[in-house]
């Protein structure tokens, strides 16, 4: 469900512009700020990283 939600503001930008893009986000009150750091390799904590990919 999310993923389709991140690829709205996208769609109605590329069919109708950025402002219907803005509105719509806005209307919907979508603020895509995860609650953690860790959607990347790069951004999650090290020990993390290491626990769940199998670099010990």
Known sequence: ??????????????ESGD???????????????PPHRAGSPEQAPPELVDRFTGRD
Request: hydrophobic share 50%; proline share 7%; charged share 20%.
């Open 19 to 33: 402002e219907v893009a803005q509105a719509i986000q806005l209307l919907i009150e979508y603020d895509p700020r």
């Open 1 to 14: 469900m999310s993923a389709g939600i991140d690829m709205a503001p996208s769609l109605a930008r590329w």
